[in-house]
């Protein structure tokens, strides 16, 4: 849980009071669902990071090369259907105690924006975080193209301006943001360590490992790690397996800069991926015969699957998928530009067929072949992803895969895509995780709010 500094109204805060702090002063430690931070007073306070697959060792489409889609899944599957379980350090780090902001009680800030930054559009979840969280307001608006690409930001300015708009069109307090980040540049190693107690020491050995298993140099990159498995042998030698994350250090200041320049007061940097997981399910005690549960949320450009069988979030990995790859198949098939068939992918169903307006029998089908040729190569990622999260020490059984995001939404796309991966596959609601307050109103296309409203949370 995070402990910020007390709530303020969105205008007490001035965008003078945003520091220009380094990134080392925003990655401050790694926790998969739940962020723990520090603040010091004059500070502003971050649970950042980033967690994805490494540029080493990604699985490739050619795991699976050569053979249907369906006929090449060799999946684990969970005896029972999936639940979150919650999985701690024996020996949890010993937190600072935050200090109050003068002339009022020290409080724990309950309400946060989570903020999603994608090719296409912005998307923020204003959530009130006291008991069940609680979606105060939504709001979401076009991103003109070229600001952010494959989840880099091209223009940093211009992506501020952009920011202080959308704020301030939607009155979204400024005081208390919750960015979220997923690209390839962000990546992570498991390893094992044995016969160290001592933290200190163990600290030096992970950063040590660090130099030889990173693929950039430590100075150019941030990084942190955690203990996802820890136990003790008979002999009393002291086992553990640690998640360690790097991102490239100029990724996440290029976000930093945007929201700077936008007045924004940013409490933490999240992966998507953690976000996506806090959005789908609440952790809960797991059960041994349940198994993992598998997000996929599908952006514009870009896919995120994550993996998680408890707290903490085990597997990610980025595909450079989205729903524009949908466009641009069925341009081909109808030989047109991508941005003049956007109409025409909305009005496509893969549960059975439609009539869709302006297109003939002919053209219709040769668009389903089109959607159905895109979806196999998708379906390819995704299972060469989960062959080799199962190959890792560790890894459990297919639980549950919940799939959402924008183009999601289409109707019969995630049966389309488990039939084709051989594992049942479900549109996920992220509306069901949160209470919905007066003012939201019920929107179209809601999976595209996945992860904003899972960076808002606060578990």
């Given at each position: 849980m995070d402990d910020l500094r007390p709530e303020r109204d969105a205008e007490d805060i001035r965008a003078d009071e945003v520091s220009a702090e380094s990134v080392e002063a925003v990655i401050d430690r790694l926790a998969a669902y739940s962020h723990e931070v520090e603040e010091e007073s004059g500070a502003m306070v971050e649970d950042v990071i980033a967690f994805a697959e490494p540029e080493e060792g990604r699985p490739q489409d050619d795991?699976?090369?050569?053979?249907?889609?369906?006929?090449?899944?060799?999946?684990?599957?969970?005896?029972?259907?999936?639940?979150?379980?919650?999985?701690?350090?024996?020996?949890?780090?010993?937190?600072?105690?935050?200090?109050?902001?003068?002339?009022?009680?020290?409080?724990?800030?309950?309400?946060?924006?989570?903020?999603?930054?994608?090719?296409?559009?912005?998307?923020?979840?204003?959530?009130?975080?006291?008991?069940?969280?609680?979606?105060?307001?939504?709001?979401?608006?076009?991103?003109?193209?070229?600001?952010?690409?494959?989840?880099?930001?091209?223009?940093?300015?211009?992506?501020?301006?952009?920011l202080k708009r959308f704020f301030d069109l939607h009155k979204l307090p400024k005081n208390a943001v919750r960015l979220g980040v997923s690209n390839n540049r962000i990546g992570v190693r498991t390893f094992e360590i044995e016969g160290?107690?001592?933290p200190h020491v163990l600290e030096n050995a992970i950063r040590f490992r660090a130099e030889e298993v990173l693929p950039i140099p430590l100075d150019q990159a941030v990084l942190d790690y955690v203990v996802l498995e820890e136990r003790k042998a008979e002999d009393g030698t002291e086992w553990r397996r640690i998640l360690l994350v790097v991102a490239y250090r100029d990724v996440v200041d290029r976000y930093l800069q945007a929201c700077r320049r936008a007045g924004l007061r940013v409490v933490g940097i999240d992966h998507e991926a953690f976000a996506l997981l806090r959005a789908l399910q609440p952790p809960t005690e797991r059960e041994d015969t349940t198994g993992?549960?598998?997000?996929?949320?599908?952006?514009?450009?870009?896919?995120?699957?994550?993996?998680?069988?408890?707290?903490?979030?085990?597997?990610?990995?980025?595909?450079?998928?989205?729903?524009?790859?949908?466009?641009v198949a069925i341009a081909r098939a109808l030989d047109r530009a991508p941005t003049e068939v956007e109409s025409i992918k909305r009005q496509l169903s893969l549960a059975g067929p439609v009539a869709i307006e302006g297109l003939s029998d002919e053209q219709i089908t040769r668009v389903r072949d089109g959607i159905q040729r895109a979806l196999a190569a998708f379906a390819r990622e995704i299972v060469s992803s989960l062959q080799f999260y199962q190959a890792q020490p560790g890894s459990h059984g297919i639980g549950a895969v919940l799939m959402t995001g924008g183009a999601a939404q289409m109707d019969g796309l995630p049966e389309a895509v488990g039939e084709l991966v051989g594992v049942p596959i479900q549109l996920g609601d992220p509306w069901r995780r949160v209470k919905l307050g007066p003012k939201v109103e019920p929107q179209e296309q809601p999976g595209s709010f996945s992860v904003a409203i899972g960076l808002g949370i606060d578990d």
């Open positions: 795991v699976i090369a050569g053979a249907e889609v369906e006929d090449a899944v060799v999946l684990e599957l969970a005896e029972s259907p999936r639940r979150f379980g919650r999985r701690r350090n024996s020996e949890p780090k010993a937190q600072k105690e935050p200090k109050p902001a003068k002339g009022s009680k020290e409080k724990r800030a309950k309400k946060l924006v989570g903020l999603k930054i994608g090719a296409s559009q912005i998307a923020a979840a204003y959530v009130a975080n006291n008991g069940a969280p609680e979606l105060v307001d939504v709001a979401r608006e076009p991103l003109e193209p070229g600001l952010v690409v494959a989840g880099e930001i091209r223009d940093p300015e211009a992506l501020g301006d952009a160290i107690s001592d993992a549960l598998v997000g996929i949320t599908i952006g514009h450009d870009r896919t995120t699957i994550a993996v998680s069988s408890g707290t903490h979030c085990e597997f990610a990995r980025v595909l450079d998928w989205g729903g524009w790859s949908l466009n």
